[in-house]
């Protein structure tokens, strides 16, 4: 049955077009993937459906059988449309309880503890999830608070709940947990419009996926008719061709780690790193993946075992030492520590080397500055009409990119990438895999962190599972498979 359907849906912006004559249409219980590269429109849609944004002139949308030329916040919730965005929005410092029961709170019965415990408690229960009512969010996961953000949307009658990137910061475990919630909704009449880079899951959960481009549709598509492979083109318009990394010569080790140990982290971590060779590693949450890097970036000191780099043993006493030794590490949350938003792309990109853009005395060669930046924005493909403009001005994957060139700017002979495509799309994935490629050409190293199977597969020499501190498997990829590396991660 027929729930939604929005026709001819326009959005202007200061003479830019970001929405053109799309339409849409949401069966009762239904999974619809909106697809597409970021800024192709999929966030000014979901925004115009939840009452945020209004359409241009023309627009219908039909819900059950009201018809609307544009709707309200309001008017959108009432009609059971719940949208859950990629930070959750919830209150940390509040119980997960009154997290689920919080748009309650104009009905003085329904407010009351008991029942706000009941309320939360029910919907808690019909997704199987054992969550502790009493627990403040800040303290869970961000997969627990992602069901405490959905238990939110069922506690207000959601009929339909749009998920935007829910599954960016989740591991390979988490993400299996919530297309099964995903699937329990639909079972109940729920629909779900679920916004994903991750194809692999967009084909696995939808009923059928719509795809943008620049603004205007592609095509609606039911699922039993396309691929990844179909899906990337129809997105991007190029035929991707997924080669792996060319080998490296032999060549004595950049890096050795020797019984590394932290407590409660790691644990006799060992292994070498060759020049340009790269190297994955896949973990779930907690397993000390992150930890252990950050130790070879002088973040955190090893309670013992050694790092030998360039056939010398060494002990950094902070990230400055690791910097001076040549390492740089792109850390997995751009925003918050990876990059200072508000300033400009080139002063991003130059802050790791100040002391070469500097004169004796203490003063900015503006001239160095643009030398080095407009070298790097060049060489990484950054698109921007202006390196003067804040990062926060970019899209996602050009701003991984500045992520990067700052530590390039350092000539690094190894490089760390904490989950460097998290809230990438599929054409800025593909051109970070190949400023991978073109590093390991150069015989710069690279030390690569995935939950993503297929991302190390094709983009690395070598793949260590890690496990409860500890590295339980390790793959030379030309002489594995895919499969044979997923069952060493689901390994009990």
């Not at 030390?447 to 297929?454: M, Q, R, S």
Request: proline share 2%.
């Amino acid at each position: 049955m027929t729930f939604i359907t929005m026709e001819n849906i326009s959005k202007t912006f200061y003479g830019v077009k970001a929405l053109n004559n799309v339409s849409l249409t949401l069966n009762q219980g239904e999974v619809l993937c909106l697809a597409g590269q970021n800024g192709c429109g999929k966030s000014t849609l979901i925004k115009i459906l939840s009452g945020v944004y209004q359409p241009d002139k023309n627009a219908r949308i039909t819900i059950d059988s009201d018809q609307y030329d544009k709707l309200t916040p309001k008017e959108s919730i009432k009609k059971g449309i719940q949208v859950i965005y990629q930070d959750l929005s919830l209150f940390p410092n509040l119980t997960v309880a009154e997290n689920i029961a919080i748009n309650l709170h104009h009905d003085h019965f329904l407010s009351s503890k008991k029942n706000i415990y009941a309320i939360a408690d029910n919907t808690l229960k019909n997704i199987n999830a054992n969550l502790t009512l009493d627990a403040l969010v800040e303290t869970l996961s961000i997969a627990q608070q992602q069901l405490v953000a959905i238990c939110r949307a069922l506690a207000q009658d959601a009929r339909l709940i749009i998920m935007d990137e829910p599954t960016a910061s989740l591991t390979v475990q988490e993400v299996q947990s919530l297309l099964k919630i995903v699937q329990q909704l639909k079972n109940t009449g729920i629909s779900i419009i679920f916004v994903s880079h991750k194809l692999n899951e967009v084909i696995k959960v939808s009923d059928q996926v719509l795809v943008l481009k620049d603004g205007g549709l592609v095509g609606s598509y039911p699922i039993t008719e396309i691929n990844e492979k179909r899906l990337a083109y129809l997105m991007t318009g190029i035929e991707f061709h997924y080669e792996r990394l060319l080998p490296v010569a032999d060549s004595k080790p950049l890096l050795t780690v020797n019984k590394l140990s932290k407590e409660n982290q790691y644990q006799d971590i060992s292994f070498s790193l060759q020049k340009g060779e790269v190297i994955s590693i896949i973990g779930l949450l907690g397993s000390g993946r992150t930890e252990l890097c950050l130790s070879l970036f002088g973040v955190s000191s090893p309670d013992s075992g050694d790092i030998i780099l360039n056939n010398q043993k060494v002990v950094f006493k902070s990230n400055r030492d690791a910097i001076s030794a040549g390492i740089g590490y792109v850390s997995e949350d751009r925003m918050a520590t990876g990059l200072v938003m508000n300033s400009s792309i080139k002063d991003n990109i130059i802050s790791t080397i100040f002391n070469k853009i500097t004169s004796k005395f203490g003063l900015i060669n503006e001239k160095h500055v643009l030398s080095y930046s407009n070298h790097l924005i060049q060489q990484l493909k950054i698109k921007s009409p202006n390196s003067d403009l804040p990062v926060n001005t970019l899209s996602g994957g050009n701003a991984q990119r500045v992520s990067i060139a700052k530590w390039l700017a350092i000539k690094p002979d190894l490089l760390i990438l904490d989950e460097p495509t998290i809230g990438v799309d599929i054409a800025n994935k593909e051109g970070i895999f190949n400023i991978i490629k073109s590093l390991s050409i150069q015989g710069i190293s690279v030390i690569f962190i995935t939950d993503e199977v297929e991302e190390a597969y094709y983009n690395s020499h070598r793949i260590f599972v890690m496990k409860s501190g500890k590295i339980s498997h390790e793959f030379i990829v030309k002489e594995t498979s895919e499969s044979e590396i997923l069952e060493a991660i689901n390994e009990k």
